[in-house]
């Protein structure tokens, strides 16, 4: 009986694929936290869905709660069960929605960080460039923090996205849309001594056409990346710094720079204006803060 519910996961897990073309990253997430409310449930010796009261979920949602959980896992775990519960209405596995009066807990939105010039300058300055991994780590960094790409469409990139002469990398995001952006001279540079460099010593076959590779000559994973540039901010004294940190500061710095807000959403590859809208409020921020004494 625990597989019926399994199934019934991974069914909804395929819907996402399908019908919203959600990413991989959003379809493990909403599985990991529907085996969780599963597990919950199982622990309750409830073995189908058929059977999850409203008063059910409620325990859930406090028993998160009792193991401090952040509001903000909370409201992500409250969203994927209630998608997935009108998923299983609207395909007949069950009758009534246990979860339509669940209220999603709110959550303050804090907005995201970004690193002053300085600050990109001192995480910047403590790659050995001279080193092997360090030509590579360096021009990760400098590309995606020229760019603002995504990490996943940073590790994606194969050498053939790369075009030096005309000083620009073709970006191909998750839903196959791509973005021509361009590169800064940093980048170029940096860019050129790795592929030229350390590059050519980490192939294993010539056949390979991802453009950084781990130490095996394979593609660098987001974790891996992750990784590299959490053990370069810990050595810069710049803690809490994710790869997206280098992102958001993209984005900052072109409005700064006069950019219109239309032409960051294009550059960062947003969906929607309002998703980019947030680094117009983290100008005004630090407006605020620069005048007040």
């Known amino acids: 009986m625990k597989r019926t519910m399994d199934e019934a996961i991974e069914d909804f897990v ?20 529907l085996r969780q409310i599963s597990d919950f449930l199982t622990h309750r010796d409830i073995s189908t869905w058929v059977e999850v009261t409203p008063a059910l979920v409620t325990d859930f949602v406090l028993h998160l709660r009792e193991r401090g959980y952040a509001t903000t896992s909370i409201a992500r775990k409250v969203a994927a069960l209630k998608s997935f519960f009108h998923y299983l209405q609207h395909t007949g596995v069950i009758v009534a929605d246990p979860a339509q009066a669940l209220q999603t807990p709110r959550v303050e939105k804090d907005l995201p960080r970004a690193l002053a010039p300085e600050e990109i300058g001192q995480l910047f300055n403590v790659v050995q460039a001279a080193s092997g991994v360090g030509q590579r780590d360096l021009a990760m960094l400098h590309t995606i923090y020229s760019t603002g790409m995504r990490v996943t469409e940073l590790v994606s990139l194969n050498v053939g996205h790369i075009d030096l ?7 191909v995001s998750q839903n196959r849309k791509e973005r021509l952006l361009p590169l800064s001279l940093a980048a170029q540079s940096t860019l050129g001594v790795y592929i030229e460099g350390h590059r ?40 809490n710094i994710t790869p997206h940190t280098l992102r958001h500061s993209f984005a900052l710095d072109m409005l700064e720079q006069g950019m219109e807000l239309r032409s960051v959403q ?23 803060a620069v005048t007040v004494p």
Request: hydrophobic share 35%; glycine share 8%.
């Open 165 to 171: 002469a005309r000083g620009h990398v073709r970006c």
């Open 266 to 288: 294009e550059l960062l590859g947003h969906a929607n204006i309002s998703t980019t809208h947030v680094y117009k409020q983290m100008r005004r921020r630090q407006a605020v």
């Open 200 to 239: 050519r010593s980490l192939l294993r076959s010539l056949d390979e056409p991802a453009l950084f590779l781990n130490h095996h000559g394979e593609r660098l994973t987001r974790q891996g990346f992750w990784l590299i540039i959490k053990g370069y901010a810990k050595a810069a004294g710049l803690p």
């Open 14 to 33: 395929s819907a996402l694929a399908s019908e919203r073309k959600s990413s991989h990253n959003t379809m493990g997430a909403y599985r990991t936290d």
